[in-house]
């Protein structure tokens, strides 16, 4: 099993970024890669496709969101990488009235020889998203 973590400081309120965060349709507001996110739902067990600048296409699957701890967690269904068991979490926590930390998470099973690959890509992606929220709450 594979496992990728990146975090972040963000200079905003923690329920100020879980707001965008808990948004199951609003990846592409803060990760530059995701071009169209679509959505059929915002509930456990709601699909999201994800269109990446290359045109590749990701389905995921929210699995829990807990507005109180400001936690998702979501798997991915479809994806043109080779990985599997993929399950993803992010996390907000609070640092100070002004401040606080977004964790972007995940473990996963990758294809035998693409392990360093997938753990590359993945930490390209979940750093554009705390840079992308570091942006948006500027």
Do not use: H
Request: aromatic share 8%; glycine share 8%.
């Amino acid at each position: 099993m594979q496992e990728v973590n990146i975090n972040g400081m963000i200079n905003a309120p923690a329920d100020e970024v879980w707001k965008v965060i808990s948004d199951f349709g609003a990846l592409n507001t803060f990760v530059e890669a995701v071009v169209k996110c679509t959505t059929d739902g915002s509930e456990a067990g709601a699909i999201r496709t994800l269109t990446l600048q290359d045109g590749g296409e990701v389905k995921e699957r929210l699995l829990s969101l807990d507005n109180k701890k400001r936690i998702l967690k979501y798997t991915i269904s479809e994806s043109p990488m080779p990985i599997e068991n993929y399950e993803g979490k992010m996390e907000v926590k609070n640092l100070s009235d002004t401040k606080s930390e977004f964790i972007w998470s995940s473990t996963f099973e990758a294809a035998e020889g693409t392990e360093q690959d997938m753990k590359k890509a993945l930490s390209g992606l979940y750093s554009l998203g705390v840079e992308g929220l570091k942006k948006k709450f500027a």
